[in-house]
């Protein structure tokens, strides 16, 4: 790895993750990359348990999103003898919640960097219950659809990373 010596670098250079050293051979110096700031909001001054908190919250997000994205194919077999319907509506409801998912990963990115994460991400659990609501309230094939393009357009947050 490359020393981290900012000496002969100006002093905007930003390093690529993985070329400091972070710890010095000859002192046994811990090297902190990236800086911490005096800012009680930089996670890197966070307790370990407001870092343990949040990493829990935003797996569990995750995890409970892509249940409710991927759940629906376990349950098929009942749904088409149930209600009727064929594995093309199926196929063409899952195609149409990832083709959500992938419009809200680029649509919703102005509106994280505008309003912030916190908004987007209670927005999109709340459209999220809709969907998993209307979802179980499924009759037919045209309900079926729609109930997918809601969960599916509901993943407008992944797409909320810096």
């Known amino acids: 790895m490359a020393s981290h010596n900012t ?5 905007g250079y930003t390093w690529a993750p993985g070329t400091v050293v972070l710890k010095d051979r000859d002192t046994s110096k811990v090297n902190l990359f990236p800086i ?4 009680p909001d930089d996670p890197l001054n966070w307790s370990s348990f ?7 919250i935003v797996c569990s ?10 759940i629906g194919y376990t349950a098929w077999g009942p749904m088409i003898d ?4 064929d594995v093309w509506i199926l196929n063409a409801g899952a195609a149409t919640n990832y083709a959500g998912l ?4 680029i649509f919703f990115m102005p509106f994280v960097h ?4 916190r908004p987007l991400y209670i927005f999109s659990c709340a459209v999220q219950l809709a969907g998993c609501v209307w979802q179980a309230k499924v009759r037919g094939d045209c309900d079926r659809c729609e109930s997918f ?3 599916g357009g509901s993943d407008l947050r992944n797409g909320s990373s810096d």
């Open 82 to 85: 149930q209600l009727g319907l």
């Open 102 to 105: 992938a419009v809200g990963c």
């Open 114 to 117: 505008k309003y912030g994460r």
């Open 149 to 151: 393009d809601w969960s």
């Open 61 to 70: 997000f995750i995890l409970w999103t892509f249940v409710q994205l991927d």
């Open 7 to 11: 000496q002969s670098f100006p002093p």
């Open 50 to 56: 407001r870092k343990f908190l949040n990493y829990g």
């Open 36 to 39: 911490p700031t005096s800012d």
